[in-house]
Nanobody, 126 residues
């Protein structure tokens, strides 16, 4: 069983930065895909960033160059550094993981990822 716990959400002004962290128990980083998603009210959950076990990363077009995903193997966390945040990015952010069989990109669907955290709220004020 894999347990994922997100932290680091909060409020920030437009243009500000936040770093989200995903703590994982039961994940073997040598063979897992880790990703961050977000879901605005009334919309589908969308992939924001992903990192495969070999370190390959992908990003949604809307966040490329502003968001950065990384892993700290020692602390078993996957971080999402978010810069130049926009008000329209106010929503819940979720950490997800799955095994080596998944296509580890931001195009992986909600159904593709078997493990999810409870989410953390990010609010960007104008």
């Amino acid at each position: 069983q894999v347990d994922l716990v997100e932290s680091g959400g909060g409020s920030v002004q437009t243009g500000g930065s936040l770093t989200l962290s995903c703590g994982a128990n039961g994940v073997i980083y040598s063979s897992y895909c880790m990703a961050w998603y977000r879901q605005a009210p009334g919309k589908d959950r969308e992939g924001v960033a992903s990192i495969a076990s070999e370190g390959v990363t992908t990003y949604a077009v809307s966040v490329k160059g502003r968001f950065f995903i990384s892993q700290d193997m020692t602390q078993t966390t996957t971080d999402l550094k978010m810069n130049h945040l926009k008000p329209e990015e106010t929503t819940m952010y979720y950490c997800a993981s799955d095994g080596p069989g998944v296509d580890c990109t931001v195009k992986a669907t909600v159904e593709d990822m078997n493990n999810w955290g409870q989410g953390t709220q990010v609010t960007v004020s104008s």
